[in-house]
């Protein structure tokens, strides 16, 4: 797949700026802003709520907003979410007590739903519910912090999901997060993922537009 998608994660943006950080990365060449939601409670962290999704669409945002709920109970979030402005919104299916209910609450939100899987987590989440999803996260690190590194034995799990993808005969995007950088998203594009979620490896680098343009050179050899 040719179209990978870029998406920083605003988790490492600074938040005293953070309409103009935003903007400025998609001036840059990103195609997607990723907001990791923690709720101090399913991982050991707090960020954000709708507000901030709200307030960025406000400012005048109009990029896709990729909102990635690290949260338990999800539906009320889910709801908030779609209300403030997310385009695609994905929860961990231990979460929730109603896995495909909550997917059919983010279709009829109108949001595109996705599913989320920690390293540990097992796959057979998917084996009923592929023909809701609109992508699947795979996180590459165990949630709750940036600036993880990547985990290797993601790669197997990535080809694993790719094969479930292409055998569902869905158009599935398969989203990666955690410790994403140039010297590994080639390797990471070539084991089946074809959205990339990076915090710190753009949002700590001086040059914004110079660390996509370096991960785009990388996905072209994939």
Do not use: W
Not at 86 to 91: H, L, N, P, V, W
Not at 144 to 172: A, C, H, M, W, Y
């Amino acid at each position: 797949m040719s179209d990978y998608l870029i998406a920083p994660s605003i988790l490492s943006a600074d938040f005293a700026r953070l309409g103009e950080e935003v903007e400025k990365v998609m001036a840059a060449g990103a195609d997607v802003v990723h907001f990791d939601v923690m709720d101090n409670h399913y991982v050991p962290n707090l960020t954000f709520g709708p507000m901030i999704c709200e307030a960025l669409r406000k400012y005048g945002i109009e990029a896709p907003i990729d909102v990635h709920l690290m949260v338990s109970p999800v539906d009320e979030l889910i709801r908030s979410f779609a209300d403030a402005g997310a385009t695609m919104i994905s929860f961990h299916p231990e979460a929730t007590s109603h896995l495909d209910r909550s997917l059919q609450l983010i279709i009829d939100s109108g949001c595109q739903p996705g599913l989320v899987f920690n390293p540990a987590t097992p796959l057979h989440y998917l084996d009923h519910i592929m023909d809701k999803l609109h992508h699947i996260l795979l996180m590459s690190v165990n949630p709750g912090f940036g600036g993880q590194s990547f985990i290797p034995s993601t790669f197997d799990k990535l080809r694993q999901v790719r094969q479930k993808i292409e055998k569902s005969g869905q158009n599935i995007r398969l989203e990666i997060d955690g410790g994403v950088k140039v010297d590994n998203i080639r390797a990471i594009a070539e084991a089946g993922a074809d959205m990339f979620v990076a915090g710190s490896a753009i949002f700590n680098a001086p040059d914004y537009a110079e660390v996509i343009r370096q991960m785009r050179c990388e996905l072209a050899k994939a």
